[in-house]
């Protein structure tokens, strides 16, 4: 399989006796379905906003589809962003004064995407996550289960390669928990998307095909 994600020697340090991540090397291939283990201040926030473009390292690289991602340029980052990468976060951040059909459609503005467009690939993503009938509600007339299906329909507007997962199951209960994270697992198998996933959920990590654990900024299993 190609990889489509790597590090190589990634370190994230604010002063001497805070280093966020230490030599991190990590690899995930096209299609792969990875969770990011580790307790609270392990490191999985700072890594995956270092792999989306968020923030940067103190040293080492990203490669993301063959390239090394260049932190310095400000324009390279947001097409980074806006082609090849798919976020899907804890509190959805779903913009509220729009439908749901909206806010999927929304980050093809920035694509220059014409509406038509915006809104027939809206439409068939609501349809992949089994929301078509709410197209023209608002998030506050959505459950949380709901709204996180919306989150991950917009996350795969771009058809982006990989997703990167911020505790999305987080709010959740367990049994809506176990729905969004199939649906991931679903979209993942029939699409190729490469999905990794932050979860301090070990169950849920047995179901992924592997797993990797860090541990005070390292990793401890990849």
Known sequence: MAIVMETQGLTKAYNEQVIALDDVNIALEKGEF?????????????????????????????????????FDDRDALITLRRE???????????????????????????????????EERALALLELVGLARRADHYPRELSGGEQQRVAIARALVGNPAIVLADEPTGNLDS??????????????RERETTFLVVTHERELGKRADRSIELLDGRVVTA
């Not at 283990?37 to 906003?49: A, I, P, Q």
């Not at 459609?105 to 694509?111: H, I, K, R, T």
């Open 175 to 188: 049994k809506t928990s176990d729905e969004i994270f199939d649906l991931m697992r679903t979209v993942n």
């Open 84 to 118: 090849a990468l798919g976020f899907i976060f804890q509190n959805f951040n779903l913009i509220p004064t729009q439908t749901a059909q909206e806010n999927v459609g929304y980050p093809l503005v920035f694509n220059f995407q014409k509406k038509a467009v915006r």
């Open 34 to 70: 990875v969770t990011l283990l580790g307790r609270s201040g392990s490191g999985k926030s700072t890594l995956l906003n270092i792999l989306g473009g968020l923030d940067c390292p103190t040293s080492g690289e990203v490669v993301i589809n063959g390239r090394r991602v260049d």
